[in-house]
């Protein structure tokens, strides 16, 4: 599946964690593009955002991958401010692809339309217990796609992504399997944000890796 904005909406921000460098580009354009600074204000007040599966910038247990079993890690966040409607939360792999080929970033997983009374999404979530009015956007497969876990070949660290949005609103439109869309229904409406982070890493007990088919093979 081809997403053709990718590229702009990838998502490189702090909550509550010493801060990241700031996006660079070069002659071919921008590498990253900060979508949690471009849709948040500048009063925009952090979130404090956990998972119970690793600590903030921690390796990410083979049992979170596609290595071993995918098991959703578990997360939650402190409440956002007065307004909040809803929470949207996206994965992404900020990691070899970006940062060293130039290329998007790879999409994991989107939900959006999180009720506001809810502040976190339990370990081991399965696909169809996400929260009451609550959907999956896309992620790299395409849309309405649940939690899809790492696996980097041998030899790479990758940084992995888990950001949170307050929404002063309740996203209408089903952004299908663009993440431009989902990302443009909540412009304007981010009221707080933050991220934690992980490292993802080749699992020595995986079967031999082949070289990917499809540039998206590598996840």
């Known amino acids: 599946m081809k997403f053709s904005g990718l590229a702009a909406a990838a998502v490189l921000a702090l909550a509550a964690a010493p801060a990241l460098a700031q996006p660079t580009a070069d002659a071919r354009g921008p590498i990253f593009h900060n979508a949690l600074v471009d849709l ?109 876990g790492p696996r980097p070949p041998p030899g790479s660290r990758r940084v992995y992504h888990l950001q949170v949005f307050a929404l002063d609103t309740v996203i209408a439109t089903d952004p299908g399997a663009s993440l431009d869309a989902l990302l443009g229904a909540m412009k304007g409406h981010v009221l707080a944000s933050g991220e934690v982070t992980g490292l993802g890493s080749f699992d020595p007990t995986a079967k031999p890796w082949q070289p990917p088919a499809h540039p998206n093979d590598d996840l």
């Open 40 to 148: 948040s204000p500048a009063s925009n007040a952090p979130l404090m955002v956990t998972t119970p599966a690793w600590a903030y910038g921690g390796d990410i247990p083979y049992e979170n991958t596609l290595y071993r079993g995918n098991h959703f890690p578990g997360l939650s966040w402190t409440p956002g401010p007065a307004g909040t409607k809803s929470y949207a939360v996206i994965m992404q792999d900020t990691g070899h692809a970006a940062t060293v080929l130039h290329k998007p970033p790879i999409l994991h997983w989107s939900i959006y339309n999180i009720p506001a009374s809810v502040t976190a999404l339990p370990a081991d979530m399965q696909p169809t217990a996400n929260p009451p009015g609550s959907s999956y956007g896309p992620n790299m497969k395409g849309a309405a796609q649940p939690y899809m």
